[in-house]
């Protein structure tokens, strides 16, 4: 089963306690809390969601500051940000700078999780060629899985090019459907692939990356 991975940021632990029980109640997600707009950043880059939460007014660095570090990366730029705040007249404002939604402070306890899963695109008329894209993402995951024990024989390179045109495919398709995470770690494994193709990384920064995608697709 893929799950929604969402990061919030807010340096309020009240806040952030909240908005992760209340994200914890709905199966679909699977939250990280940060206290910081540094700690957001360093996870978005580690853990690479499939949405970034934050917080307006965030002490040292604010939420519109991350949005603008995460887009800079391109490790981070496909992933989708929302804000929460208490500010209505910098709300519009906000989705000009590319947010994909605001929710408002204070939010409603039991409406969260269904106003975050309006940030993503799941309903409407993307979902019948998500179900067709989760479906190519499973025999994809089989197709990368196949791949991994030839890393290790000589020669490896049709094997690593393989892998290469899979998940450069995948990172261009990942997003549409909702899934960011997947286009950041399908990316990640690409460009690992073609820089171990040309002598400039080493076979186990493919076997990492592979197996982070890989445990993306199919957690358990």
């Not at 969601?49 to 887009?71: H, K, Q, S």
């Not at 409407?124 to 179900?131: F, H, Q, Y």
Request: hydrophobic share 45%; proline share 7%.
């Amino acid at each position: 089963m893929i799950n929604l991975h969402v990061l919030f940021a807010d340096h309020e632990p009240e806040v952030r306690e909240i908005i992760g029980m209340l994200l914890k109640r709905d199966p679909f997600f699977v939250s990280h809390g940060c206290a910081s707009g540094d700690e957001a950043l360093a996870t978005a880059i580690e853990w690479r969601p499939y949405l970034a939460l934050l917080d307006v007014f965030m002490p040292e660095m604010d939420g519109p500051t991350v949005m603008a570090r995460l887009r800079a990366d391109q490790r981070t730029a496909p992933i989708p940000v929302g804000f929460v705040t208490a500010s209505t007249q910098a709300r519009e404002r906000f989705k000009e700078l590319g947010a994909v939604g605001v929710i408002p402070k204070p939010f409603d306890p039991m409406g969260l999780a269904a106003e975050v899963r309006r940030f993503v695109p799941l309903e409407g008329v993307l979902s019948p060629a998500r179900k067709d894209f989760l479906e190519r993402l499973n025999a994809d995951a089989c197709a990368l899985a196949a791949c991994r024990p030839w890393l290790s024989e000589k020669p490896s390179e049709p094997a690593l090019k393989r892998i290469n045109a899979i998940a450069h495919a995948l990172a261009g398709a990942g997003g549409i459907y909702g899934f960011a995470g997947i286009t950041c770690e399908s990316a990640a494994l690409s460009d690992a692939a073609k820089k171990n193709l040309a002598g400039r990384a080493r076979q186990i920064d493919v076997e990492h990356a592979l197996d982070r995608l890989l445990k993306r697709i199919k957690p358990n």
